[in-house]
């Protein structure tokens, strides 16, 4: 089997109805589809099993987080490409057989990211951009430094290599620790324009800064740094969020949990310093030109964040 579409769900039933009827209209149908629940507490695990019989349902105990419910799916995947797609997003009616297509083209594409658009307006998903954003009006592939958790491919090869996701993230970055591994394994990560997502932009609006974003997303930097990323540029960075988010968090009245993150992410990183296996420093300054960021000093990089956010 070629392809297995990958999907965490957590209490969003109707969407996940929606996105699975959406697969159906797939130019291929040649896949295994896999929903992996994340113990939701609405009717998911009694309306998928009956009403989408071809689906293998696998129903968590617990909330396994974002990573570990993509785990749980890429464990019981067959195929050779893995396709994830957000519980609340729809596919272009191509997308499939353009993954396949594009992994056969591109032999060191490790990774492909999708188009994100917006599923009422169908622009581009701000929301969901985090890569050069001179790349917003390409139409071919390019290479960038991360993917987008909204819809994204993996060749089984790359985590046959670098192995899973990392659990312990729960929620947050898990894309860019992944990322750091896959290069430093000398994997491509592809912008493929031509494969386009629909997402439903969240009501929670969970990707602006929250108590969450300032909790998880501060916490996994250090973790992911500190796992991953050579001291001379750990240190470096990490001094800059630090200052950067204490400030932020102040002033959007967050201060609590931007602490919550920073104190376990200094001392709860035991398993981040057990894992530490530094990517190779020309790993990292690819990172860098991938993301078509220079790396100022600390102080200018402080005054200019400030300067933004004021």
């Given at each position: 089997?070629?392809?297995?579409?990958?999907?965490?769900?957590?209490?969003?039933?109707?969407?996940?109805?929606?996105?699975?009827?959406?697969?159906?209209?797939?130019?291929?149908?040649?896949?295994?589809?896999?929903?992996?629940?994340?113990?939701?507490?609405?009717?998911?695990?009694?309306?998928?099993?009956?009403?989408?019989?071809?689906?293998?349902?696998?129903?968590?105990?617990?909330?396994?987080?974002?990573?570990?419910?993509?785990?749980?799916?890429?464990?019981?995947?067959?195929?050779?490409?893995?396709?994830f797609?957000?519980?609340?997003?729809?596919?272009?009616?191509?997308?499939?057989?353009?993954?396949?297509?594009?992994?056969?083209?591109?032999?060191?594409?490790?990774?492909l990211?999708?188009?994100?658009?917006?599923?009422?307006?169908?622009?581009?998903?701000?929301?969901s951009?985090?890569?050069?954003?001179?790349?917003?009006?390409?139409?071919?592939?390019?290479?960038?430094?991360?993917?987008?958790?909204?819809?994204?491919?993996?060749?089984?090869?790359?985590?046959?290599?670098?192995?899973?996701?990392?659990?312990?993230?729960?929620?947050?970055?898990e894309?860019?620790?992944?990322?750091?591994r896959?290069?430093?394994?000398?994997?491509?990560?592809?912008?493929?324009?031509?494969?386009?997502?629909?997402?439903?932009?969240?009501?929670?609006?969970?990707?602006?800064?929250?108590?969450?974003?300032?909790?998880?997303?501060?916490?996994?930097?250090?973790?992911?740094?500190?796992?991953?990323?050579?001291?001379?540029?750990?240190?470096p960075?990490?001094?800059?969020?630090?200052?950067?988010?204490?400030?932020?968090?102040?002033?959007?009245?967050?201060?609590?949990?931007?602490?919550?993150?920073?104190?376990?992410?200094?001392?709860?990183?035991?398993?981040a310093?057990?894992?530490?296996?530094?990517?190779?420093?020309?790993?990292?300054?690819q990172?860098?030109?991938?993301?078509?960021?220079?790396?100022?000093?600390?102080?200018?990089?402080?005054?200019?964040?400030?300067r933004?956010?004021?």
């Open positions: 089997m070629k392809i297995s579409v990958i999907i965490i769900t957590y209490n969003r039933v109707n969407d996940l109805v929606a996105l699975l009827e959406n697969l159906k209209s797939q130019t291929v149908q040649n896949f295994e589809t896999i929903v992996v629940d994340n113990n939701s507490s609405d009717k998911t695990a009694e309306i998928i099993p009956r009403d989408f019989p071809q689906v293998r349902f696998i129903k968590n105990d617990r909330n396994a987080g974002v990573p570990g419910g993509r785990n749980i799916g890429i464990r019981e995947a067959k195929g050779e490409f893995l396709v797609v957000d519980n609340d997003a729809e596919l272009a009616e191509d997308a499939l057989e353009k993954v396949v297509k594009t992994f056969e083209t591109y032999p060191k594409a490790g990774i990211t999708f188009k994100i658009l917006n599923f009422f307006t169908g622009g581009i998903d701000e929301t951009w985090i890569i050069d954003p001179e790349l917003k009006t390409v139409t071919t592939p390019h290479k960038v430094q991360t993917f987008e958790g909204a819809g994204f491919a993996f060749r089984r090869e790359v985590v046959d290599k670098i192995g899973l996701m990392w659990d312990s993230l729960f929620f947050m970055h894309e860019k620790e992944y990322s750091l896959a290069l430093d394994a000398g994997f491509d990560i592809l912008y493929t324009p031509e494969i386009k997502a629909y997402h439903k932009i969240s009501p929670e609006e969970r990707y602006l800064p929250d108590e969450r974003f300032f909790y998880y997303g501060i916490r996994n930097e250090f973790w992911i740094y500190l796992r991953n990323v050579p001291w001379r540029f750990t240190i960075h990490l001094l800059f969020v630090f200052f950067s988010a204490a400030l932020y968090s102040a002033r959007l009245g967050y201060f609590k949990f931007y602490r919550k993150g920073v104190f376990e992410g200094i001392f709860k990183n035991k398993e310093l057990k894992l530490r296996n530094p990517i190779k420093t020309a790993t990292y300054r990172y860098l030109a991938l993301l078509n960021k220079k790396k100022d000093s600390v102080p200018v990089r402080l005054l200019r964040f400030i933004a956010k004021g």
